[in-house]
T-cell receptor, first 114, second 111 residues
């Protein structure tokens, strides 16, 4: 069974640009969550989607947005990039929404903003 | 506010030297506690889920336990390939699928 697939693996962008990251969850999984990982802040929750609806959102500015498609694939977008947005962006999929079920992570997209 | 604290930040062990990693948490309504392993440049790899105090789970050289205030990840006779960062995360009532992570313990096992 294929795991969570994130594309691209690496990105270099300039301040002020926008970027779109993609995540394909494990087949049959309908919940997709996004996290930002930095050396200083660790892993921080961005948002969760289930059945194309945002279920929960973390404490990030409105420049960070996402969506989920009918096939459960998800994208996240960051507009007006800042240097501080440089991070590893991780996508996790779960078979169900709600609580108490495991989340399986992809390999991440390494975003560098210059 | 939910808080998860892991200790120690870093741990160096000789191959075969058993030890434990700690994850203490302060949350309102724990729904699940998760352990992950993360290798450099990769995404976290799921290890265990614990739901209630007294629960224990094992996988190869790893054993996770849970009390009402903390969880331990016991590593028995570790090997160099066990070197990684171990992350603890909690899921709480009302937070949907959101995981709150600790800062991790970086484990190095020397041959």
């Amino acid at each position: 069974k294929a795991g969570v697939t994130q594309t691209p693996r690496y990105l270099i962008k300039t301040r002020g640009q926008q970027v779109t990251l993609s995540c394909s969850p494990i087949s049959g999984h309908r919940s997709v969550s996004w996290y930002q990982q930095t050396p200083g802040q660790g892993l921080q929750f961005l948002f969760e989607y289930f059945s194309e609806t945002q279920r929960n959102k973390g404490n990030f500015p409105g420049r960070f947005s996402g969506r989920q498609f009918s096939n459960s694939r998800s994208e996240m977008n960051v507009s007006t990039l800042e240097l501080g947005d440089s991070a590893l962006y991780l996508c996790a999929s779960s078979p169900l929404s709600g609580q108490g079920t495991e989340a399986f992570f992809g390999q991440g997209t390494r975003l560098t903003v210059v | 506010e939910d808080q998860v604290t892991q200790s120690p930040e870093a741990l160096r062990l000789q191959e075969g030297e058993s030890s434990s990693l700690n994850c203490s948490y302060t949350v309102s309504g724990l729904r699940g506690l998760f352990w992950y392993r993360q290798d450099p440049g990769k995404g976290p790899e799921f290890l265990f889920t614990l739901y209630s105090a007294g629960e224990e789970k094992e996988k190869e050289r790893l054993k996770a336990t849970l009390t009402k205030k903390e969880s331990f990840l016991h590593i028995t006779a570790p090997k160099p390939e066990d070197s990684a960062t171990y992350l603890c995360a909690v899921q709480t009532s009302g937070s949907a699928r959101q995981l709150t992570f600790g800062s991790g313990t970086q484990l190095t096992v020397l041959p």
